[in-house]
């Protein structure tokens, strides 16, 4: 869930006295008061002397504090995450609790992926390593004593592997594979899902009936493998297939990778997985309620948050508002001391702050774009028809021809012939012999310090499906391009580079955190913030994975100083 924002401090409040960091703000001034009278609860909560709140259940509460605006420094956090420390040692990762093993990994997950990302890379490889050996051959997780399946724990299972992603772990594709299929096996006849389906459905544990948690949480939990097993497919919009994305990334195409490295193939196909969560959406708005009518009730409230955000869908069923419906039931049921009744110690009012906040809605809003033009954003699947210069699309002619005549025409500094030659590029790549582009590589690597930034940004997009992580250190450095184009464009390259889904857990726009209507000064501001930020999370990917012969060199010293 690609959830961390571009400017990660802002005040610092460190003790319940302090008071209450700014949360991201909802729209709606009474859910914004919600959720700050929760955050001081569950502030109060955890440094009571008291407390009983540990394990997964202290890092859940600690992501949604994160989620709300608490700094990581504040000391709520910083008591989750090293309790999550705690658990890493060099035989790996262990859970606080041994039954609920996959909901700990799970969270543990996602609050060390919201606290820093790459900077939390061996704790999040070891936590995933552990999801993974946990998996089920059939592609179910459970609880230790038992293997007929648990959705539940299917979910946190695929949380705590993507949370994992955003700090640089790489999650193979088999492991998304075999969890989708064991979903769609599942799944009941009238589209829901239950908590323990197992092989025979009228014994299973649990119950024999879908409900609103389980069918919230397993379509979420297939939309979270189809960002991995089909990430060119954006919900809502029409899906090419082999013909490329229809949405257009850097210069023409998704930021992510066609193929895994394993060039694996997915048994799970599309069709099936939108079909599956088709149902599930279908069966979710015909039974919809405000708030779960089980025992744990707001945990449906979370569920159909990511799954509604990760499919772009506000309203369900006839077109109830889901948002609000349920949001101001939440309301009504606050308690004046700021929580929920519990379940299980807090999580409830864990589960509703994330409610409120929809940082799902925020993920996939930064995942797919919000329209820009910087960065090829907004622009036609199909570019061999269109002028790509001065902000605006027009009908242009096409030219053809062998990758090295293509950048001579693209380095001649003719205005004119600059965004043909650009696109065809880009063409030739996409289509083209691989070997044509490792071939002209050498002077593409001239070219990332041309005079013209369309020039650079063309060469740095070219750079980014090189194959060759040693070209790393060029788009690192073209991060600090004075053309936030070439930034853009470089981050999204770096993203294509090291198959990182999501890149390093950050906005790829500079941009993205100002208002409507920013000065020059704001503008100036953010990107200055931005490139350091994208250079140091960048930086400290690279230092990890560049081979040991390349180490210590004049980059190196000066990637370090610079960080």
């Not at 041994?98 to 070891?126: F, P, R, S, T, W």
């Not at 696109?423 to 001239?446: C, F, M, P, S, W």
């Not at 060029?474 to 990182?500: F, G, H, M, P």
Request: charged content about 25%.
């Amino acid at each position: 869930m690609r959830i961390s924002k571009l400017f990660l401090a802002m005040a610092l409040f460190t003790t319940v006295e302090s008071g209450f960091a700014a949360a991201p703000t909802t729209g709606v001034p009474a859910y914004d008061a919600s959720i700050r009278n929760a955050v001081n609860y569950l502030k109060q909560e955890i440094l009571d002397a008291k407390s009983t709140v540990h394990g997964g259940y202290l890092s859940f509460t600690a992501y949604a504090l994160l989620q709300a605006g608490e700094p990581v420094t504040s000391e709520p956090v910083q008591k989750a995450i090293a309790e999550v420390r705690a658990r890493i040692t060099s035989a790996g990762y262990k859970p606080d609790n041994q039954q609920h093993h996959i909901y700990d990994a799970g969270v543990d997950a996602m609050l060390m992926a919201k606290a820093g990302g790459d900077a939390n890379y061996n704790e999040l490889k070891a936590i995933s390593d552990y999801i993974i050996a946990q998996q089920g051959t059939d592609g179910s997780w459970d609880y230790p004593s038992r293997t007929v399946g648990d959705t539940s724990m299917g979910q946190y299972g695929a949380l705590g592997l993507w949370s994992a992603t955003l700090g640089g772990v790489d999650v193979p594709n088999e492991v998304w594979d075999k969890a989708a299929l064991w979903h769609l096996r599942t799944q009941q006849a009238d589209g829901g899902f239950m908590y323990h389906p197992g092989v025979n459905v009228a014994a299973a544990v649990g119950g024999s009936q879908p409900t609103l948690n389980m069918t919230s949480g397993a379509t979420g939990t297939l939309a979270i493998c189809r960002l991995f097993l089909y990430p060119d497919f954006v919900p809502g919009e029409q899906y090419e297939g082999d013909k490329g994305p229809k949405k257009a990334f850097g210069l023409l195409e998704a930021k992510r990778p066609e193929d895994d490295p394993a060039n694996y193939k997915p048994q799970a196909s599309l069709t099936a997985i939108n079909t599956a969560i088709g149902r599930g959406i279908g069966w979710l708005g015909g039974r919809y309620q405000p708030i779960s009518d089980l025992v744990n009730k707001i945990y449906f409230c979370y569920a159909l948050e990511r799954t509604c955000a990760l499919n772009r869908i506000e309203t369900l069923g006839k077109g109830i508002d889901w948002y609000r419906k349920s949001g101001d039931t939440l309301v009504k049921l606050q308690k004046p001391d700021g929580s929920w009744d519990a379940f299980v110690q807090h999580a409830p009012t864990a589960f509703a702050i994330l409610f409120f906040i929809r940082p799902t809605k925020k993920a996939v809003a930064e995942q797919y774009g919000g329209g820009l033009l910087s960065g090829g954003r907004g622009l036609p699947s199909d570019l061999s028809n269109a002028d790509l210069s001065g902000g605006a699309i027009k009908e242009k002619r096409k030219i053809a021809g062998p990758l090295d005549e293509l950048l001579t025409e693209l380095s001649a500094l003719n205005p004119d012939s600059i965004a043909d030659a650009q696109a065809a590029i880009v063409e030739k790549v996409q289509v083209g012999n691989r070997e044509d582009l490792i071939g002209e590589l050498d002077r593409i690597r001239t070219l990332i310090n041309h005079p013209n930034p369309e020039i650079r940004r063309t060469a740095v997009w070219a750079l980014g499906r090189s194959g060759d992580l040693k070209d790393a250190n060029l788009l690192i450095s073209a991060l600090q391009d004075n053309n936030v184009d070439v930034l853009v464009e470089a981050y999204n390259s770096l993203s294509y580079l090291s198959r990182k889904i999501d890149g390093v857990g950050m906005s790829p726009s500079p941009f993205a955190e100002l208002g409507e209507e920013p000065t020059q000064a704001d503008k100036d501001e953010a990107v200055k913030a931005w490139r350091k930020l994208a250079v140091d999370r960048w930086g400290a990917w690279y230092l990890r994975i560049r081979p040991y012969k390349d180490r210590n060199d004049i980059f190196e010293l000066g990637l370090k100083k610079k960080r």
